[in-house]
């Protein structure tokens, strides 16, 4: 058994001990007795003062243990207790009680989280139309979490936990937590001790004015959310320029990690950038963001990138600093879109990947038509950022940049200003097409002399090659070094220094062999009434402690068929059945080996396969069914 494991099993034993100790005390003697009067009104104000200064120092335990209790059990009101403490103790006295007590509760919530992590979010649950992840993100969210205590239906619980996911140190979390429930305190002490030492006509009208107040408060509580959703998103919306010591430090560290092994060729057509102006670069290695900011670092542009990244704390704090734009992919952002259109009317310059994600076989992938449509609006001089051999030399499936690579970098005009608005979304698309098209297997063709030298140079191809041309089998495929083969019927692929098969049968290259097997797959299809494709997944959403990317959400059945993406399973211990028609899909998106996965909003549906090798058959299908059945 690892530390871990025991700490948590010790931690849940000490809290159970601890949780059957104060019953113990609440539910013993006299305090029992308390404890009705409290939730009734059997027993007097002055009674119940009479028999907790009887008691001692367990009427003080017993009103603090209360206080404690309904911050870690949401479901218990806070105010009974509170006024009891105001009647028996006093304003100061009463209010030091309750303070005192969920303050504890405040500890233990951290305590837990730091223990159970996200698993303990399965418990604290609230219907609330909050955007938690937004204020997570937000600059100013101590400034929220004040403003949550003093709004219905979330209860001190949840934002206490909302607080620990902050990865703030417990000084910060403890001040702020308990900061934020003091006006609850006061309010409700005072209200005790008010009915003790003021009249009791103006006792009830001073409450019966604050129960109006959360009456119309909790009648509001969308409005309210809303206006807070918004005020959120309106400062998050703040984008500086760049940092420019962070752009070039960023740019520098990467170039040295890949200098030795990646021979970069720089031309620039083109001269300094003036803005507003969008640059179009292809998508064929995952560092294509490396040779786009070394050729455009005088302009430091702003680079939209997958939101996913966005998810984990350092490196959403690291893309932010230099400049980048969370998107959901193949999603609609409106977030995004109106980041983006403040860059280009800030006189900035705005760069992307128009085919948002990479290529899986070295080739140009379409692009949603949407953004076409964001292109023709934005009416801005627009540029291309071609590179050549960034595929060969970082592949999507391989396990890292080959020694020997050379990549040719261009920066060319395509469209001057106010040329977008005069054309159709057709020829716009016809010459945005043109100037992005890359085909690298052609390219390399003309480059005889690149020969690319890694030990393991085939490795990582079965994440894509997902059928056996020998024996048809299906998920068999599995690599050695620069050996391909199938664990079924035991057939072999060797693959030279410019990934060639040497014996070129039945395919020269994998390009062709992935060709192949999606046009079996079209077949396949088209042939069957019903098709579907399933299998066993784990669900893993965006990280709420911001360590990762991702977390573990739940386990289910993934289904895709000519009506659309469908998950059977469960979401953070609940049952749940989730539908993407097709018409809402555009491509899902896959990490080779890894994951398949869609966006909806902010939050990303991450699907991990229990074959993980079939990830690319997930993309591969969803584009066939679109273009077959899609709108």
């Known amino acids: 058994m690892t530390k871990v494991a025991k700490l948590k099993i010790f931690t849940a034993v000490f809290l159970l001990l601890f949780l059957g100790g104060l019953t113990a005390i609440l539910l013993s003697g006299e305090t029992l007795h308390i404890l009705k009067s409290v939730f009734s009104n059997n027993v007097s104000a002055e009674e119940a003062q009479a028999m907790l200064f009887e008691i001692g120092w367990r009427g003080y335990v017993t009103l ?25 103790f006093g304003f100061w006295w009463g209010s030091l009680i309750c303070f005192s007590g969920v303050v504890l509760g405040n500890t233990i919530i951290y305590v837990l989280y730091k223990i159970y992590g996200n698993k303990l979010t399965q418990y604290f649950q609230t219907n609330a139309e909050f955007d938690f992840d937004a204020a997570r993100k937000s600059k100013r969210v101590a400034l929220i979490i004040l403003i949550l205590y003093f709004l219905p239906a979330i209860p001190y619980g949840i934002i206490c936990l909302f607080a620990a996911t902050l990865n703030i140190k417990y000084p910060k979390y403890i001040v702020l937590t308990a900061t934020g429930a003091l006006p609850s305190i006061f309010i409700g002490v005072g209200l005790g001790h008010m009915a003790m030492s003021l009249s009791w006509i103006l006792s009830l009208v001073v409450f019966l004015v604050l129960v109006l107040l959360l009456i119309i408060l909790f009648k509001n509580r969308s409005k309210l959310f809303k206006k807070l959703n918004a005020f959120m998103q309106k400062k998050n919306a703040t984008l500086k320029k760049p940092s420019k010591f962070v752009w070039n430090t960023a740019i520098c560290c990467s170039r040295a990690y890949f200098g030795g092994k990646i021979k970069v060729k720089f031309n620039n057509t083109v001269g300094r950038i003036q803005g ?162 890359y085909d690298e297997f052609a390219w390399l063709e003309n480059n005889p002399h690149i020969t690319y030298r890694k030990k393991t140079i085939a490795e990582g191809l079965e994440n894509i090659l997902y059928r056996c041309p020998a024996c048809g089998e299906m998920h068999c495929i599995k690599t050695q070094k620069d050996t391909v083969f199938c664990e079924k019927c035991g057939a072999k692929w060797q693959m030279n220094g410019r990934y060639a098969f040497t014996e070129e049968k039945p395919f020269k290259n994998f390009a062709e062999w992935y060709d192949w097997q999606v046009e079996k797959t079209r077949k396949e299809i088209t042939e069957k009434t019903e098709y579907l494709l399933q299998s066993k997944v784990e669900l893993r959403h965006a990280s709420v402690d911001g360590k990762s990317l991702t977390r573990h959400a739940g386990e289910g059945i993934c289904s895709f068929s000519k009506e659309g993406l469908r998950y059977t399973g469960t979401e953070d211990g609940k049952e749940i059945e989730k539908f993407f028609p097709l018409s809402q899909i555009y491509r899902l998106l896959f990490g080779a080996g890894q994951d398949f996965e869609i966006y909806e909003g902010k939050e990303i549906w991450f699907f991990v396969p229990e074959d993980k090798r079939s990830c690319v058959l997930w993309y591969v299908v969803s584009g066939i069914l679109k273009e077959l059945y899609g709108e």
């Open 64 to 88: 603090g243990l209360l206080s404690m209790l309904q911050v870690v059990f949401t479901f218990l009101p806070a105010e009974p207790a509170q006024v009891v403490s105001g009647i028996t």
């Open 276 to 437: 507003p102006a969008i640059v179009l670069c292809n998508h064929g290695s995952f560092i294509d963001f490396v040779y786009a900011g070394t050729l455009l670092k005088k302009e430091r542009p702003h680079f939209i990138t997958a939101r996913l990244y966005s998810y984990h704390k350092t490196l959403g704090k690291l893309i932010r600093k230099v400049g980048c734009i969370p998107k959901s992919m193949f999603s609609a952002d409106l977030e995004s879109t109106k980041q983006c259109m403040r860059v280009l009317s800030s006189g900035r310059v705005l760069a992307m990947m128009p085919e948002a994600r990479l290529s899986t076989v070295g080739r140009f992938e379409d692009i949603q038509p949407s953004t076409y449509k964001f292109i023709q609006r934005a009416n801005v001089p627009v540029y291309t950022i071609m590179c050549r051999g960034d595929y060969l030399a970082n592949p999507k499936w391989g396990d890292g940049a080959r020694r020997g690579s050379v990549v040719n970098v261009t920066l060319a005009p395509l469209f001057k200003e106010g040329e977008t608005a005069t054309l159709t979304l057709a020829e716009l698309q016809a010459r945005v097409e043109q100037a992005l098209y």
